[in-house]
Nanobody, 125 residues
Framework: VQLQASGGGLVQAGDSLRLSCAASGRALSNYGMAWFRQAPGKEREFVAAISSSGRTTDFADSVKGRFTISRNNAQNTVLLQMNSLKSEDTAVYYC???????????????????WGQGTQVTVSS
């Protein structure tokens, strides 16, 4: 499966932004999906994940209550709605796909075999 992330941009603190991840090549319904991010000089970190069915979601503590993740398997897309953005949310955001269904490993970066190219999110304070 090929993934294409989009929707990043430059916003002010407190603003909202919606990222989209479009899949091609295979049906997205076969994959658990996640968003990770990487700030300059830092390791890539987990942001949010959603199971293949959409029934299970998980969020990093730093974004819980501000970000939501959703998916539309019919349209082969996954969305990350980001509200109340903070300067510390500034990073390159990557969408990723995995075939595993294990909930205990949903946050693990090495669980995800397929990655999009990343989209830059910059939040100015």
């Amino acid at each position: 499966v090929q993934l294409q992330a989009s929707g990043g941009g430059l916003v002010q603190a407190g603003d909202s932004l919606r990222l989209s991840c479009a899949a091609s090549g295979r049906a997205l319904s076969n994959y658990g999906m996640a968003w990770f991010r990487q700030a300059p000089g830092k390791e890539r970190e987990f942001v949010a994940a959603i199971s293949s069915s959409g029934r299970t979601t998980d969020f990093a503590d730093s974004v819980k209550g501000r970000f939501t993740i959703s998916r539309n398997n019919a349209q082969n897309t996954v969305l990350l709605q980001m509200n109340s953005l903070k300067s510390e949310d500034t990073a390159v955001y990557y969408c990723a796909a995995r075939t595993s269904v294990a909930i205990t490993t949903i946050r693990r970066l090495d669980e995800y075999r397929y990655w999009g190219q990343g989209t830059q999110v910059t939040v100015s304070s």
